[in-house]
């Protein structure tokens, strides 16, 4: 089969090859790939691992081959899942409880930009608890995750406000319900309860002195790789206040994926979801969509068709 593997990491470079199928486990079904997303974890990932090496976790298309265990969808069923690094493929082996039968009405691309970006989005608000009448910060809200938690903690109840890099990274988050701040360097004023941060620096610092008392940070990444700083009356001054940390990768060993993601595709096939990628291209041109997403130009996820 075709992948797509690395030939350097930074920058990160990949080509497609000629690999060896994959060889599924009892628990895993043989997966016909036909879109993948792309996200900043595959770029970390990336310089983890050797030349060579496939990536890609979010995963779309046909089940060619059930898993032998008896678990997940059956043949030609149309999935959509996390894959072990190893989506950018024709073929991948993704473990039955990763995966989610794509309902009706949901495109393959729209499917896409779920499995990292939506799960991610889900278990942070979780973590934050309850949402209505409460008010929510959205950091990094143009990005993949950002734009589903903008909607999702709309839909629980929560008043929304999404901090963004420019009023050009801010397009469309109003019509999913939220008050657009544009720009890092005009800081929201108004007391939130809960704080979603993926920037990290002193746009988390900013963040966090917002919480009210009793309110929750939950972290899922810091994009400009700086140390979180916390003001030096953090906890005084702000009593009952928890600080969460979001690792996708270990978060779904304790849920239930496959139920996860079919929540997120029924909003989406009922219209209460917007998942729709900020950047389609053909799996053939893997160039112009990982400069997108290193120079941060599109809003939203960039997906590879297959």
């Known amino acids: 089969m075709k992948a797509l593997v690395t030939t350097a990491v930074d920058p990160l470079t990949v080509e497609l090859r000629?690999?060896?199928?994959?060889?599924?486990?009892?628990?895993?079904?043989?997966?016909?790939?036909?879109?993948?997303?792309?996200?900043?974890?595959?770029?970390?990932l990336a310089v983890r691992?050797?030349?060579?090496?496939?990536?890609?976790?979010?995963?779309?298309?046909?089940?060619?081959?059930?898993?032998?265990?008896?678990?997940?969808?059956?043949?030609?069923?149309?999935?959509?899942?996390?894959?072990?690094?190893?989506?950018?493929?024709?073929?991948?082996a993704v473990r039955t409880d990763r995966l989610a039968v794509i309902p009706d009405g949901v495109t393959d691309t729209d499917a896409a930009t779920l499995p990292v970006a939506g799960l991610t989005a889900l278990y942070a608000l979780r973590k934050a608890g309850w949402l209505?009448?409460?008010?929510?910060?959205?950091?990094?809200?143009?990005?993949?995750?950002?734009?589903?938690?903008?909607?999702?903690?709309r839909a629980g109840g929560s008043e929304v406000t999404a901090w963004v890099?420019?009023?050009?990274?801010?397009?469309?988050?109003?019509?999913?319900?939220?008050?657009?701040?544009?720009?890092?360097?005009?800081?929201?004023?108004?007391p939130v309860d809960i704080l979603v941060d993926s920037v990290g620096g002193e746009v988390f610092s900013t963040g966090y002195r917002l919480l009210r008392r009793g309110g929750v940070a939950t972290v899922f990444g810091n994009t400009v790789r700086a140390e979180l700083r916390l003001p030096a009356d953090w906890g005084h001054a702000r009593p009952g206040v928890r600080i969460e940390y979001l690792f996708l990768l270990d978060e779904v060993t304790r849920r239930d994926v496959p139920a996860d993601l079919a929540l997120l595709l029924t909003l989406v096939a009922a219209g209460k979801l917007v998942a729709e990628p900020?950047?389609?291209?053909?799996?053939?041109?893997?160039?112009?969509?990982?400069?997108?997403?290193?120079?941060?130009?599109?809003?939203?996820?960039?997906?590879l068709s297959m």
């Not at 690999?19 to 974890?41: G, S």
Request: charged share 20%; net charge neutral; hydrophobic share 40%.
């Open 165 to 190: 890099g420019s009023p050009a990274r801010g397009q469309g988050l109003a019509g999913f319900g939220a008050d657009v701040v544009a720009g890092y360097d005009e800081p929201p004023t108004t």
């Open 132 to 153: 209505l009448g409460r008010r929510t910060l959205v950091t990094g809200a143009s990005g993949g995750v950002g734009r589903v938690a903008v909607q999702l903690a």
């Open 278 to 303: 900020g950047l389609l291209t053909p799996w053939t041109d893997p160039r112009r969509a990982i400069d997108a997403l290193y120079s941060r130009e599109v809003n939203g996820k960039v997906v």
């Open 49 to 92: 691992r050797p030349i060579g090496s496939s990536l890609g976790l979010d995963v779309v298309g046909t089940v060619l081959r059930p898993a032998s265990d008896g678990s997940g969808p059956p043949a030609g069923a149309r999935v959509t899942g996390l894959a072990a690094n190893d989506a950018w493929a024709e073929l991948a």
């Open 18 to 44: 000629s690999v060896l199928d994959p060889r599924p486990r009892p628990d895993e079904a043989l997966v016909e790939v036909h879109a993948t997303a792309l996200n900043r974890a595959d770029l970390l």
